[in-house]
């Protein structure tokens, strides 16, 4: 049976910066999570985060690829330098899923760690940018495939795929 990788927000864990879940209410996610194929993972908390955290976002442009490749930074938005943390976690995030052997992944979207499509853009202004978090970076660099909670029924097919008997 394949495994999923979900951020831990998106399942009711009251791990985000501001204390709080972002829940998400899927029949889908409900069938898994009755199959036992979801994992739960919170990367900034297991890389070292505390609950509540000031927000954070990626300064620098490139999201999370340029932060893994140390050409973009994240701070907070006081402007401490939480960099490390996020790398950190987006590491045992990759250790996470391959110990469950999971190739996908259902990431919250916007966030400077799971972001799949957007991140904040750096200057803490509420506007977004066209990019991804560092987990959603690290996990795509070791070929899992991430999808955020706005794209479950992609998420979907592609399990479909991933466990249809080859002709
Ligand atoms: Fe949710 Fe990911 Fe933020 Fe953790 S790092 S609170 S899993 S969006």
Redesign the pocket.
């Known amino acids: 049976m394949e495994r999923i990788l979900v951020?831990?927000?998106?399942l009711g864990r009251p791990?985000?910066?501001d204390g709080a879940a972002?829940r998400v209410d899927d029949e889908i996610v409900e069938r898994w999570r009755a199959e036992g194929r979801l994992v739960p993972?919170?990367?900034?908390?297991s890389g070292g985060l505390p609950v509540p955290r000031p927000p954070a976002e990626i300064v620098g442009g490139g999201g999370g690829a340029a932060v893994l490749d140390g050409t973009a930074t994240v701070r907070t938005d006081g402007g401490d330098d939480v960099t490390e943390p996020f790398v950190r976690?987006a590491r045992l995030a990759l250790d996470a899923a391959r110990r469950a052997g999971a190739r996908i992944a259902i990431?919250?979207e916007g966030?400077p760690?799971?972001g799949t499509i957007r991140v904040y853009d750096g200057r803490f202004t509420g506007t977004f940018v066209p990019d991804q978090?560092v987990?959603t970076a690290l996990l795509r660099r070791a070929g899992i495939r991430v999808f955020s909670e706005e794209q479950i029924e992609a998420a979907a097919a592609h399990l479909r795929e991933l466990e249809s008997p080859r002709p």
């Not at 951020?7 to 998106?10: R, T």
């Open positions: 951020s831990a927000c998106l791990v985000r910066y972002k993972f919170c990367p900034e908390v976690g990431l919250k966030s760690s799971c978090g987990t």
